[in-house]
């Protein structure tokens, strides 16, 4: 269920923007514009219209709990929520790297004392929540497919489906980071070519050319002037080609790198 409107922090990439609640559910983001379709309208709806919870696993008959402490890192929109539990603490990094390609939604767990059980819980309908995307498998990584979309999620963490949902369970451990990422391509053109296949290989079909490219990265610079908008801020996003690429990065001044694979 959706909080209060208070409750919602903003991030966004300058061209769009989701809102995470305080429980660390995403419960609004358009993709891959400001005004496009919805893959998570749970904010207005329910959790059937699409969310991405991220945080302290808990009983199933329980609600989520509400992070203990959340900020901004300095003048950005980088959020950062922290959860005091019974087991440690630990806390969750997200943020929407300004792009050159593909716009992504990255968040960060970061373990801060203790062993603390976690839970990601990952439900994309697009359209605003009347359609159910197709969810499988593409070389190891997790796709989900409506029409000419196509939303790729990234982790290092073991996933599994059910219900519809896409979820991992894992447990974070002091100075331990493990990221999850979506990232948003197109999958045809005007044509309404919308064929699939592996990333990096080229799609032919009634005349159109396509290349779905995977979006893989190693680290990330957050820069403490992300998304202000300076004339000498943050131009875009670096991103290497493969697993061996650079990874994207923000470009800025007072910047800092975090290892997040």
């Known amino acids: ?37 919805a893959i998570f309208a749970g904010l207005l709806g329910t959790e059937e219209h699409g969310f991405w919870r991220l945080g302290p696993a808990h009983p199933a008959d329980a609600a989520a709990p509400h992070a203990d402490r959340r900020r901004y890192r300095g003048d950005s929109l980088v959020l950062e929520s922290e959860w005091d539990t019974p087991r440690g603490t630990v806390r969750i990094i997200d943020f929407m790297p300004p792009r050159d390609g ?8 970061e373990g801060v004392s203790g062993r603390v059980p976690m839970r990601s819980e990952l439900r994309m309908r697009f ?25 790729w999620h990234d982790t290092s963490a073991e996933t599994y ?63 403490d002037r992300a998304h202000r908008g300076a004339p000498n801020g943050p131009v875009g996003v670096r991103r290497g080609d493969g697993p061996g690429g650079t990874g994207p990065s923000i470009k800025g001044h007072a ?5 997040i694979l």
Not at 102 to 109: E, F
Not at 137 to 147: C, D, P, Q
Not at 255 to 259: A, E, G, H, L
Request: glycine share 10%.
């Open 1 to 37: 269920m959706s909080g209060p409107i208070e409750d919602y922090a903003l991030i966004g990439d300058m061209q769009t923007a989701a809102l995470i609640n305080r429980d660390g559910s995403a419960d609004w983001l358009c993709l891959p514009r400001f005004d496009s379709h």
């Open 102 to 109: 593909a716009p992504q939604l990255i968040r960060i767990v």
């Open 127 to 151: 359209s605003y929540g009347r359609v159910v995307p197709w969810v499988h498998k593409v070389e190891g990584r997790t796709v989900a497919v409506a029409g000419p979309d196509s939303v």
């Open 161 to 223: 489906g059910k219900n519809l949902t896409t979820y991992s369970d894992f447990t974070v451990s002091p100075g331990e980071r493990i990221a999850f990422t979506i990232s948003w391509e197109p999958l045809g053109d005007a044509c309404g070519c919308a064929s699939l296949v592996a990333p990096g290989v080229l799609i032919r079909g009634h005349g159109c050319r396509v290349r779905v490219r995977p979006v893989a990265f190693a680290s990330v610079v957050v820069s």
């Open 255 to 259: 910047s800092r790198r975090i290892p």
